[in-house]
């Protein structure tokens, strides 16, 4: 049974390859193009932050929600702003779903899902915050800003970076995608399946607290559950909405506001599983 379920995890993993490594030499060309774009648009948004940090947060590049918890932790953006970052962010889970082959129809779907209530979610916490505050807004705080975290490499190392991130990713894939076909193999689909997928409030429950791991191993776990059938839409969303990839782990670095961070966290965690029951309650699936 061991040697079967190795021999399946390597077939699996090397037809995603070319797939993977394409996805990332577009990505690490978008971000190389347009990430610092990004953030100026960011820093002039205003009340619209939200609306911004939705849209922007959705385009797979690496290191927009470690940067935005810069630009937060200098009060450069407002926390609806850095919300709706967040929520839209999707990590790992674009070249994932591409190096599946899922329709490009779901794939934008589910993107613009997140976006929405990513958006929603800014736009609500801002006028809540603006109405507490009663129009006075903070001050800039640029000292507690550090460099914003980045993949490290140059406009001509796109081609290398790509294959580091190609390489690390297939790695994360390949064990995931080990231990899920142990899993199965000893305990069975369908029982992992009614476990988890088959209850409509423990499935985002669940789904949400793995979307807090601040690492992109997350969200690629997040969607090979979906892909393998154990995870349902809303769950899948659930855990994609709390996640936000390296975010949460530079705001814990860089905003010295501990009890802040933890709400903001906590916030994360309510909206993405909440959504994420709707969805299942409601039978949104894609």
């Known amino acids: 049974m061991a040697t079967d379920v190795i ?20 990505m690490e060309y978008i971000e190389h193009k347009a990430g610092n774009k990004a953030q100026k648009i960011m820093q002039k948004s205003g009340k619209w932050g939200p609306v911004f940090g939705g849209a922007l947060g959705i385009v797979p590049q690496c290191g927009f929600s470690a940067a935005a918890s810069n630009l937060y932790a200098g009060r450069i953006i407002t926390l609806g702003t850095l919300i709706a970052i967040f929520l839209s962010t999707s990590d790992e889970m674009v070249p994932v779903l591409i190096s599946e082959q899922v329709p490009f129809q779901i794939i934008i779907k589910i993107l613009m899902i997140k976006m929405i209530i990513g958006i929603f979610a800014g736009l609500v916490i801002d006028a809540l915050i603006q109405k507490w505050k009663k129009g006075n807004g903070e001050k800039l705080r640029i000292e507690h800003m550090c460099e914003h975290q980045r993949c490290h490499c140059s406009e001509g190392k796109i081609f290398k970076s790509a294959i580091n991130h190609t390489m690390q990713i297939f790695s994360f894939i390949l064990i995931i995608t080990f231990l899920l076909n142990l899993a199965i193999a000893f305990v069975g689909e369908d029982t992992l399946s009614a476990f988890i997928s088959g209850r409509a409030i423990l499935g985002p429950l669940f789904a949400g607290l793995v979307g807090l791991i601040p690492n992109c191993a997350s969200s690629v776990i997040l969607t090979q559950l979906y892909m393998e059938g154990i995870l349902g839409a809303g769950s ?10 390296v975010g949460l782990l530079v705001l814990f670095r860089v905003n010295d506001n501990v009890r802040e961070n933890g709400t903001i966290m906590l916030l994360l965690y309510l909206t993405g599983s909440a959504s994420g029951i709707f969805i299942e309650l409601m039978n949104l699936g894609f």
Do not use: E, R
Not at 17 to 26: A, D, E, K, Q, R
Not at 236 to 245: K, P, R, V, Y
């Open 7 to 26: 021999v399946d995890t390597l077939l699996d993993g090397i037809k995603l390859l070319p797939f993977l490594f394409i996805t990332y030499l577009i």
């Open 236 to 245: 899948m969303l659930a855990g994609l909405l709390a996640g936000s990839g």
